[in-house]
């Protein structure tokens, strides 16, 4: 088993509890009639299900692929809206399904091709859907452009470079943490942005000093109810840490439930998607950024070495363990917080308001949440980190913050309708 493979497999389980990926899917079967729908879960099974790619890395494979396929759509209509990087040559006359299956095939393959030949073969069936001739070759063109200049535009973007974290030994500097005892995804914060200026430009407030009440109350909340054994715990909020750590993103299923609930076109969907996918991409890439400026410490090294933190209202406790796996970099801020409240904020500016009832199934947690608006599954998120013992309530806060600054950034100035 590969390292990569071994930390996907640590970070989707429960301590001590083994909770195995989703089980590889050849193809994706489903009855809706929206392409970008269908493809987007066909880029889940490849990327998650097959590719098994970390949290961290899915975040530019799913805004490649939107990103793609939101220009082609946008393109064979008319241009409605101003594209993503740029408008293919269009008639007007293309397929559309065409296109789409082109621009997921051609950046999944790009992005993957350790897949190429399952891809094909799903992607030659989705051809094989859509009548031959004219229509159909101008959709693959259109496809294809669209997926050449997203991938020309992301193949310096510095996502295969090689970095490391800091690793410090002074009181509230990160270290690696147990079970996994190393380090990843420090490349993603040198990752260029598709659309923000500069990650900097978001920087948080930062975790409070160790020495301050606000730190004290955050490491004394962690540890009573984030500890694998907590009898403060709820089981709600045990299921829910469980359910938002799920690396098979519940978020992938709601992002499609509501195009389906909310009965979007496929233009609408396609740059729903696009908007989503890329404004996650950009938190992200923000978020990690300045997990590298702060290098704070996770709560398990913070409760366990809480007697050298020069605060008398923390005490130590050296065998502490949190409910799940840390994951292998700094705590601050939330990763998870970032992305989340950027995806959720993105939908609410999207579809013009806040409550909007959506619901996902958990195959970590066994259970279906139900939210009634996009802030409630924010709020929810928030805490589900801290009841599962890996982050610091101000991370998450902090964290949140930025993916709706990230959100409000982008929204104000791309995706936005032509004028005529």
């Known amino acids: ?160 470079a090689v970095a490391q974290w800091a690793i410090g030994t002074e009181p509230g500097q990160w270290r690696p943490t147990p079970p996994l005892n190393t380090g990843d995804g420090a490349e993603v914060a040198d990752i260029k942005p598709l659309l923000v200026p500069s990650a900097a430009m978001f920087r948080t407030a930062g975790p409070p000093a160790l020495t301050t009440a606000a730190y004290a109350d955050d490491l004394n909340e962690v540890k009573a109810v984030g500890k694998v054994d907590s009898t403060v715990r709820t089981t709600d909020q045990t299921e829910a840490a469980i359910w938002w750590h799920d690396r098979n993103l519940t978020e992938w299923q709601i992002k499609r439930q509501i195009a389906e609930t909310q009965h979007l076109s496929v233009l609408q969907t396609a740059r729903m998607f696009a908007m989503v996918d890329v404004i996650a991409l950009d938190a992200q890439i923000a978020c990690f950024d300045d997990k590298r400026a702060w290098g704070f410490w996770r709560p398990i090294t913070a409760v366990r070495l809480a007697d050298t933190d020069g605060n008398p209202s923390t005490t130590a406790d050296p065998t502490w363990t949190p409910l799940l796996i840390t994951p292998p970099f700094p705590d601050h801020p939330s990763g998870h917080a970032c992305s989340t409240a950027a995806r959720m904020a993105t939908m609410r500016t999207f579809l013009g308001r806040d409550h909007v009832a959506f619901s996902a199934y958990s195959v970590a947690s066994g259970t279906t949440r139900y939210f009634t608006s996009f802030s409630q599954a924010v709020e929810e998120l928030l805490g589900a980190r801290v009841w599962g013992g890996i982050h610091f309530r101000t991370a998450d806060i902090q964290g949140g913050k930025l993916g709706e600054a990230v959100s409000s950034y982008v929204t104000a100035r791309y995706f936005k309708r032509n004028r005529r």
């Open 1 to 160: 088993m590969s390292r990569r493979l071994a930390v996907a497999t640590l970070l989707a389980v429960v301590w001590p509890i083994a909770i195995a990926p989703t089980a590889p899917a050849a193809a994706v079967t489903t009855t809706t009639t929206n392409a970008v729908i269908t493809w987007d879960r066909n880029a889940q099974s490849a990327i998650w299900d097959v590719g098994q790619q970390l949290p961290w890395k899915q975040s530019r494979s799913f805004a490649m692929v939107s990103g793609a396929a939101y220009d082609a759509v946008n393109a064979i209509l008319g241009t409605p809206y101003r594209p993503l990087l740029a408008a293919p040559p269009a008639t007007g006359q293309e397929s559309i399904e065409a296109a789409v299956a082109t621009a997921y095939y051609q950046v999944l393959a790009a992005v993957l091709p350790a897949q190429a030949d399952r891809l094909r073969a799903q992607y030659d069936e989705a051809l094989a859907a859509v009548p031959d001739g004219p229509a159909e070759r101008g959709g693959i063109a259109v496809g294809r452009r669209a997926a050449a200049t997203m991938i020309a535009a992301r193949e310096s973007d510095g996502s295969d």
